[in-house]
């Protein structure tokens, strides 16, 4: 059964009337509410961000909290009330609804509107009904702004929302509920897709991690230990920021490009530092406790990258001594540099601290089968992280399809689309 004809038979033939959201609710405009009014405990405050976390839904919760003095002067959230962002650079960010169920009265601030419906519309009907094309539409009329976007209470009152069987309260009730009902339940089960297929990864990611240390785990005599100065040389890549260009020809090596595998990049006309097949690269610099420093990447091609600084180049000297790629993985993330990480500063790896980190150097062909093992189980992860996003934005896809058409009611002709 089509999501349209179940719509047509929840509706059972009973009108569907379209009411500004003015007629069907009170809309208040925040005020106030800077982040140095937050407290650890007090009363329950609805900020900017929380509303995005839960876009869509409820919470019966907030993670922040003001003093019950400040608490005077903002506006009021009671349990059932829905908040709205005003505000954004992004149009699409502007009209995003949380539903607050929490027992305790709430408190927001300048950067939302308050809706508190009345009897003839659940705030969570409505807090979905912000997500279809026909909620973004509306809102892009009332729009106003270039740099900073905002739609006041006043405009939003404006926008029209379906009513079915508006002249009973108690059926309308319960068809909005069960609409509710039907879309929580895709929300549940889309958010358990994600989870597991989340955690899939990341079992795979722990199952990788362990089997390279112990790959890279060496006893007394299985290898000879050389500092990486006795096997490799080593140069720092210099500064691009003035030869940036969308389409350049040469692939920048910055921190972003070898934290996301290659996906995030940037590009260059001017190879100030070229770069050569096997070259390791290794990030020198990130933030406290950063997913980063010491990640490395394998240059693949010659004639392709240049080197950004504060990024290491890690040429191998002899190749029958130590493999490249051996290399690249052992240097991975390696303990003896994260150690340099206090956890408070920004992280900056010297020359001479990368340089003396040990390396093992076991007989070639134990290099090239553990090279072998770690290559499958990095193409087995890399597949795994590639196909999740399309995963889950293809159930979300679904999701929003079907929401759209529990959504999509009859509409005067008189009435915009």
């Known amino acids: 059964m089509s999501g349209m004809n179940f ?23 925040g005020n106030g509410l800077p982040k140095t009014d937050f407290t650890e405990s007090g009363v329950p405050a609805i900020h900017y961000g ?8 409820s ?8 003093s019950p003095e400040t608490a005077t002067k903002l506006r009021k959230v009671d349990k059932g009330d829905v908040v709205i962002t005003n505000t954004s650079e992004n ?98 089960l889309t958010a358990e897709l994600t989870a597991e297929l989340t955690a899939e990864l990341t079992d795979r990611k722990k199952q990788y991690n362990y089997y390279r240390d112990r790959l890279l785990t060496f006893e007394k005599g299985e290898a000879e230990w050389k500092t990486l100065v006795e096997v ?7 500064g691009h920021e003035k030869d940036i260009a969308e389409d350049g020809k040469y692939v920048v090596v910055n921190s972003k490009f070898i934290s996301t595998d290659g996906r995030v990049a940037k590009f260059a006309n001017i ?52 493999l490249p790629r051996f290399l690249y993985y052992f240097l991975n993330r390696t303990p003896q540099l994260l150690k340099y990480d206090n956890g408070v500063d920004q992280t900056n790896l010297r020359k001479d601290q990368i340089l003396g980190v040990k390396i093992p150097t076991p007989p070639l062909t134990e290099q090239a089968r553990i090279v072998a093992i770690l290559d499958k189980f990095d193409t ?30 009859p509409k005067p002709e008189d009435v915009e689309a």
Request: a neutral charge; proline letters at 4%; glycine letters at 6%.
């Open 7 to 29: 719509l047509e038979r929840l509706l059972d033939g009973v009108a569907v009337e379209w009411k500004p959201l003015g007629e069907i609710g009170e809309l208040v405009r």
């Open 50 to 57: 929380q509303i995005y976390t839960y876009y869509g839904l």
């Open 59 to 66: 919470t019966t919760s907030t993670k922040s909290f003001v």
């Open 91 to 188: 149009l699409e960010d502007v009209g995003k609804a949380l539903v607050y169920l929490g027992e305790q009265q709430a408190v927001t601030g300048g950067h939302a509107t308050i809706f508190k419906p009345l009897k003839n519309i659940l705030g969570k009907y409505f807090a979905y009904f912000t997500q279809t094309v026909v909620f973004t539409h509306e809102k892009r009329k009332y729009a106003k702004g270039i740099k900073v976007i905002d739609v006041s209470a006043t405009d939003m009152a404006k926008i029209q929302i379906p009513i079915p069987c508006p002249d009973n309260s108690e059926k309308s009730l319960a068809i909005q509920a069960e609409i509710v009902r039907i879309l929580d339940t895709f929300t549940a």
């Open 232 to 238: 490799a040389n080593f140069a720092n890549g210099k």
């Open 271 to 322: 190879q100030i530092c070229p770069l050569f097949k096997d070259d390791i690269l290794l990030v020198m610099s990130d933030l406290p406790n950063g997913r980063a420093l010491s990640k490395t990447f394998i240059v693949d091609a010659n004639d392709r990258y240049t080197l950004n600084q504060r990024i290491g180049g890690i040429t191998v000297k002899n190749q029958e001594e130590i």
């Open 380 to 409: 087995l992860t890399n597949s795994i992280r590639e196909g999740l996003p399309r995963e889950i934005a293809l159930r979300q896809k679904q999701y929003e399809y079907y929401r759209d058409l529990l959504l999509t009611f």
